[in-house]
């Protein structure tokens, strides 16, 4: 399954140091202009995704809403996670066009897909 290739893949970014995970660390990483890409999970509660909107107000970060929390947080070493972001610009961009790549092959993919580029300007 491809999900499981974009799961692996944000995991490699982790070791790599290159993923900040949960709502209030991704916010403090846009605040302080080290996200190049911010990850939501579809399951994420309306609530978050308002706060997440929120932060990527007038900033040039785009925004993925890829997978479910229990199965982002379990990639990740936590119990659930819904939000993270990525802060190499190399990750970032890989994690775009694995997710990209797929929704356009395949748009009836679940748990995965929908992405959307966040311009608030």
């Not at 995991?11 to 993923?19: D, E, F, I, R």
């Not at 379990?74 to 990209?100: H, N, P, W, Y």
């Amino acid at each position: 399954m491809w999900e499981n290739k974009v799961y692996s893949f944000i995991g490699l970014a982790k070791k790599a140091g290159a993923v900040i995970a949960g709502e209030g660390l991704t916010e403090m990483s846009l605040k302080k202009g080290k996200a190049c890409l911010v990850i939501i999970t579809e399951d994420a509660s309306h609530n978050t995704r308002k706060k997440v909107e929120t932060a990527l107000y007038n900033r040039d970060i785009p925004l993925i809403k890829f997978g479910h929390k229990e199965k982002m947080g379990q990639t990740l070493g936590k119990s659930l996670l819904s939000v993270i972001s990525v802060t190499d610009r190399g990750f970032a961009d890989r994690i775009k066009e694995m997710i990209g790549q797929n929704e356009i092959n395949d748009n009836t993919a679940h748990g995965g897909g929908f992405f959307e580029q966040t311009k608030n300007s």
